[in-house]
């Protein structure tokens, strides 16, 4: 199907407010529908010369979005609910997700392709995915040994990672220690009140990706007490960067996880 012939089928132009649409509608060769992008996208880096930037996450150019006349604006769970709610004031059709999971992230890009009008090619891209992972999680079975892995979003206050982050540590080979708070979609019920309970759960590999600062490792390493945590007397702690890991769409499946999958590959195997 031709772009032009395509044109006729969903909306034609569309404003992502966060990375992950505009990395699926990328993938399947639908980027023509878009006319606004995230100010935080990086996947794919030709979408941030190409398109114009009117969003942050937890806010929004109104004005912006406006005149770029849209048709159709995708954005992503409860943070987003005021900006959504404001676009359909203004007679806006608006589409927030609120995929969590691995399995969720799959059914997104389905999802999305077959608003588009693009389901065969969305479900072709997202078997592919879904090969890809159980490709990784096939090689970690065979890995000697299953680490405990802390995975922090955030360090002041401490945030554990979410959903799929604790899903795509289980299938590099690692186990998430936080995997009862894993399951609670605010970040605000994640939060680790006090540092102890890390030192408790005595994780192999610390992994941290700072919502869009760096990592510091040394600062990790100085908390009190944790010393004694087997990753940082062993010094497993690893960045890996936020638009690959939190970002809920492709690049945490593929890229994200082939980062932590290698990370952890290389604690088994040094054991």
């Not at 080979?173 to 009862?180: L, T």
């Amino acid at each position: 199907m031709t772009n032009d012939e395509s044109r006729r089928f969903g909306p034609n132009r569309i404003v992502c407010l966060t990375e992950e649409p505009t990395e699926v509608l990328y993938a399947l060769g639908e980027q023509h529908r878009i006319v606004g992008i995230s100010g935080f996208t990086v996947r794919p880096a030709i979408a941030r010369k190409e398109k114009p930037k009117v969003s942050a996450f937890t806010s929004a150019k109104i004005g912006e979005i406006l005149k770029l006349k849209p048709d159709f604006v995708i954005g992503f769970s409860d943070i987003q609910a005021d900006i959504a709610a404001e676009l359909i004031r203004h007679g806006i059709e608006v589409w927030i997700s609120n995929h969590r999971s691995v399995d969720g992230i799959i059914e997104y890009v389905r999802r999305l392709g077959a608003l588009v009008g693009a389901a065969d090619k969305a479900n072709a891209y997202a078997d592919e995915l879904r090969r890809g992972l159980d490709t990784i999680e096939h090689d970690a079975r065979a890995l000697p040994r299953r680490p405990k892995v802390y995975f922090e979003e955030w360090d002041d206050p401490l945030i554990s990672g979410i959903q799929w982050v604790a899903e795509l540590v289980r299938i590099a080979g690692g186990d998430d220690v936080f995997p009862e708070r894993a399951s609670e979609s605010l970040a605000r019920q994640r939060i680790l009140a006090d540092p102890g309970e890390v030192i408790d759960r005595a994780p192999d590999i610390i992994l941290g990706s700072w919502c869009g600062k760096r990592f510091r490792p040394e600062k990790v390493a100085a908390r009190a007490g944790w010393q004694s945590i087997p990753a940082v007397r062993d010094g497993e702690l690893h960045e890996i960067k936020s638009p690959i890991i939190l970002q809920p769409g492709p690049a945490a499946l593929t890229e994200g996880l082939r980062e932590m999958a290698r990370i952890i590959r290389a604690w088994a195997l040094s054991r």
